[in-house]
């Protein structure tokens, strides 16, 4: 679904990507990992065409991507980050029908979209009247989803979408997620810096250090199989750290 040939970027001297070329499958997991600061979140940033390569080209559907095909590609992608980010000033139900308002559809059809949404998010009817201040972190993050999720994407990218939850949230949360992929069967691209959460979640393993990619395959060949030394210590790592508590 999703071609990056040779993709390099920087901002000003600080070089952020350099030569990344990868191959997302369509209906497919598939989880960037890698420490932070490594250009995962910029290489989504790229898909999303919020900012453009320097160096490389990216493919859609086996086309180039054009000027013109942007506002389309960004309708057909959803797009998730930390914390939500949702609008403070919008209720909950605002943010999750704020794109399909715009693209001018009918309140009976945003309210079924909304009645399919809050049941796969696992979400409390109730509180889509609520601001987003008012709301815990993993309800911000359900309704994120379901923003995401609102105009029926045809590619889902989640930015570290559970990384300042606490622990018991976070693995609520996780086993919903891995529900609803399973369910929805779309291409999913999910940065993460937790190694638990990636073997959880993904089909397919992107392992990224200092703007590079080191290695992509399923968990069981970046364990087994490493093909560089940081992929070993990257792993070794946080096994340790869960082996020490």
Sequence with gaps: M?????????????????????????????????????????????????IRPQLGSIEVDGAPVAEKDIRAIRQRTGYVLQDGGLFPHFTASRNVTLLANELGWTEEKQQARMEVLTALARLDKGLLSK????????????????????????????????GSLDPLVRVDLQQDLKSIFGELKKTVLLVTHDLGEAAYLGDEIILMNEGRILQQGPMRTLVDHPADPFVTRFIHAQRTFLEHL
Excluded: W
């Excluded at 070089?15 to 990868?22: E, G, K, T, W, Y």
């Excluded at 601001?131 to 815990?136: H, K």
């Design 2 to 50: 999703l071609e990056l040939r040779n993709i390099s970027f920087s901002y000003g001297s600080i070089q952020v990507l350099n030569d990344i070329s990868l191959s997302i499958r369509k209906g497919c997991t598939t989880i960037i990992l890698g420490p932070s600061g490594c250009g995962k979140s910029t290489l989504l940033k790229l898909i999303l065409h919020l």
């Design 131 to 162: 601001f987003p201040r008012t709301l815990s972190g993993g309800q911000r993050q359900r309704v994120g989803l379901m923003r995401a999720l609102m105009l029926d994407p045809d590619l889902l990218l989640l930015d570290e979408p559970l």
